[in-house]
């Protein structure tokens, strides 16, 4: 039985893909930072722990890598933070905020990665959570589109120091969720796909044999269907 570990698994895209992990027999160790939400879907799912807590707390980190105990098939980098809503212009955006947005998503999936690699298997997937606004200037974006952009950059590094591992960055598109929610407040965004249609994408990397290296989820899943 193959072991992961799902960061921010108590919605959005964090649940599609653990559902989805957990129904092709993975065991599991998944977290986010409310526990009730966490509780309602997880506190009763055979081989999956979850653990509430918030990525940036090392000792949090530290419990996740022990719940799954080794060997680690597949770490899942998903948890994230947007930062203030709706996004101010880099000129106005608040530096203690942007050095929160900073530590859960770019120095925490680091943090993490690190207290995992001991227990990676070869060839184990490390899948980084991304998204365009980490290659595109969008103007408002510049808190987690940079963020994200340095995500992106340490992925790659990575994967040229870890050759024995997978290592993808993975832009899932813009999806219906409550981030993208937050991100636009006061929008409707019914028009935006649900979170499921970007797991067939992942799960391609996940269990394929595609090289380490940045993808689009949403080009991949159009390509498995």
Known sequence: MPVGIVTGASRGLGLALARALAGRGWRLVVDARGHEALDAEWASRAGVVAIA??????????????????????????????????QPPLRAYPLDELRRVYEANVIAPLALVQLALPRLVEGARVLNVTSDAGVEAYEGWGGYGSSKGALEQWSAVLAAEQPELRVYAVDPGDMRTQLHQEAYPGEDISDRPPPEESVPGLLALIEGDLASGRYRALELAEVTV
């Open 53 to 86: 807590g918030d990525v940036t707390d090392a000792d949090h980190r530290r419990a996740l890598i022990e719940a799954a105990g080794g060997p680690i098939d597949l770490l899942v980098n998903n948890a994230s933070v947007l930062g203030p809503s709706p």
